[in-house]
């Protein structure tokens, strides 16, 4: 048997007359929001916008779209008798693709008009079973809020998804993508018992998660938290060593004669100057790829990151107070460095550990 030709979408439709009486009602029970679109089965009912509920922010939704002057596409609360019909022709006639008689379809608009001019809300005195609700926090308790869905919302995001695919398709352009849709089942076995605006519904847009950069990842982790200090582990072992064998050669402790201070500056000049080379280096990285910063990089470094961490990075960043601060923090990292080789660790006291942040605070300032 031939199957019968799908209608042409440039052909007009055709009209099908209906009593003036089944319009007026079912353009009074129009909606935005449908509880229908949450479950088929769910009790008629929905919410409908008023102009003056419109907002004026930079996303899509229906009240921004009422907002920027488009009023979205509304549907019906249920499916009876031919109020499918109605509310499609009511469409038809919206778009300017209608084939009624130009008497009535001015009669039709002006009845639609007076009808959705204001908001209304239908069966929401209580939340049918087969509805969802979430619990949103809100002065120190919970709001229970059911999602509807708009589909005149969908009607239009369809509408300019199809046009931006189509003209992909006549004049190929390399820096714009297709926006692909999924198929998504709504409305069971019959889709009308959901809303006239379910076709659209059912192709929601597909977007993918961006792939993970670990260098991203890593150049945002060094803005937002600083440098983190690493010891350099072959510096430490060589003053560890040099600690040992001073004790070794006079009886367990370190002489404070004048050579042994010197020698012990060369040490820690060597260490804090390596890690002051980490900070360096930290701070090319960010420069070189300051474009992808927060605000292009300005500061170079989180201004709620540690300070010692800020600074280390950038030096613009040390206030009268850092190098104070940064000698007592490498100073405590040094004294508490554990080798776990099996030999010496460092033996420290705290008079030990303020000649430390001495000596490390004379390097940095």
Same mark, same amino acid.
């Given at each position: 048997?031939?199957?019968?030709?799908?209608?042409?979408?440039?052909?007009?439709?055709?009209?099908?007359?209906?009593?003036?009486?089944?319009?007026?009602?079912?353009?009074?029970?129009?909606?935005?929001?449908?509880?229908?679109?949450?479950?088929?089965?769910?009790?008629?009912?929905?919410?409908?916008?008023?102009?003056?509920?419109?907002?004026?922010?930079?996303?899509?939704?229906?009240?921004?779209?009422?907002?920027?002057?488009?009023?979205?596409?509304?549907?019906?609360?249920?499916?009876?008798?031919?109020?499918?019909?109605?509310?499609?022709?009511?469409?038809?006639?919206?778009?300017?693709?209608?084939?009624?008689?130009?008497?009535?379809?001015?009669?039709?608009?002006?009845?639609?008009?007076?009808?959705?001019?204001?908001?209304?809300?239908?069966?929401?005195?209580?939340?049918?079973?087969?509805?969802?609700?979430?619990?949103?926090?809100?002065?120190?308790?919970?709001?229970?809020?059911?999602?509807?869905?708009?589909?005149?919302?969908?009607?239009?995001?369809?509408?300019?998804?199809?046009?931006?695919?189509?003209?992909?398709?006549?004049?190929?352009?390399?820096?714009? =993508? %297709? &926006?692909?849709? $999924? *198929?998504?089942?709504? /409305?069971? +076995?019959?889709? @009308?018992?959901?809303?006239?605006?379910?076709?659209?519904?059912?192709?929601?847009?597909?977007?993918?998660?961006?792939?993970?950069?670990?260098?991203?990842?890593?150049?945002?982790?060094?803005?937002?938290?600083?440098?983190?200090?690493?010891?350099?582990?072959?510096?430490?072992?060589?003053?560890?060593?040099?600690?040992?064998?001073?004790?070794?050669?006079?009886?367990?402790?370190?002489?404070?004669?004048?050579?042994?201070?010197?020698?012990?500056?060369?040490?820690? =000049? %060597? &260490?804090?100057? $390596? *890690?002051?080379?980490? /900070?360096? +280096?930290?701070? @090319?990285?960010?420069?070189?790829?300051?474009?992808?910063?927060?605000?292009?990089?300005?500061?170079?470094?989180?201004?709620?990151?540690?300070?010692?961490?800020?600074?280390?990075?950038?030096?613009?960043?040390?206030?009268?107070?850092?190098?104070?601060?940064?000698?007592?923090?490498?100073?405590?990292?040094?004294?508490?460095?554990?080798?776990?080789?099996?030999?010496?660790?460092?033996?420290?006291?705290?008079?030990?550990?303020?000649?430390?942040?001495?000596?490390?605070?004379?390097?940095?300032?």
């Amino acid at each position: 048997m031939a199957r019968s030709r799908k209608p042409d979408a440039s052909e007009s439709p055709e009209w099908v007359a209906l009593p003036h009486e089944l319009y007026a009602a079912t353009c009074a029970e129009l909606v935005t929001f449908s509880h229908k679109t949450v479950n088929s089965n769910a009790p008629p009912g929905g919410i409908r916008l008023a102009p003056e509920q419109g907002l004026k922010l930079p996303y899509v939704s229906a009240r921004t779209l009422l907002g920027a002057g488009e009023v979205p596409a509304l549907d019906y609360i249920a499916n009876a008798g031919k109020t499918a019909t109605a509310v499609k022709q009511l469409n038809q006639l919206r778009e300017g693709r209608a084939t009624a008689p130009a008497d009535e379809a001015e009669r039709i608009l002006t009845t639609l008009t007076e009808a959705t001019a204001r908001g209304t809300r239908i069966g929401t005195d209580k939340v049918s079973l087969r509805a969802r609700q979430l619990l949103l926090p809100k002065e120190g308790g919970y709001v229970a809020v059911t999602p509807l869905t708009a589909g005149g919302v969908n009607r239009k995001l369809r509408a300019q998804v199809r046009q931006h695919n189509e003209r992909l398709k006549e004049v190929p352009d390399d820096t714009r =993508r %297709r &926006i692909p849709v $999924a *198929v998504f089942g709504l /409305g069971g +076995a019959n889709p @009308q018992n959901v809303g006239s605006l379910v076709r659209d519904m059912q192709r929601p847009l597909v977007f993918f998660a961006p792939t993970e950069n670990r260098q991203v990842q890593a150049l945002l982790a060094l803005y937002f938290q600083g440098v983190r200090i690493r010891l350099p582990r072959p510096l430490l072992r060589a003053f560890r060593d040099w600690c040992a064998d001073c004790r070794r050669r006079h009886k367990g402790s370190i002489p404070t004669n004048m050579a042994t201070r010197d020698e012990e500056i060369v040490h820690i =000049r %060597r &260490i804090a100057r $390596a *890690v002051l080379a980490q /900070g360096e +280096a930290a701070r @090319q990285r960010l420069l070189a790829q300051r474009e992808l910063l927060p605000a292009g990089g300005s500061p170079l470094v989180f201004a709620e990151a540690d300070p010692v961490r800020r600074g280390l990075v950038d030096p613009e960043l040390r206030d009268k107070d850092w190098p104070r601060a940064f000698a007592l923090q490498l100073a405590g990292l040094i004294a508490d460095y554990r080798f776990s080789d099996g030999q010496e660790e460092f033996q420290f006291e705290q008079a030990d550990i303020f000649e430390l942040q001495a000596m490390i605070e004379a390097v940095v300032r």
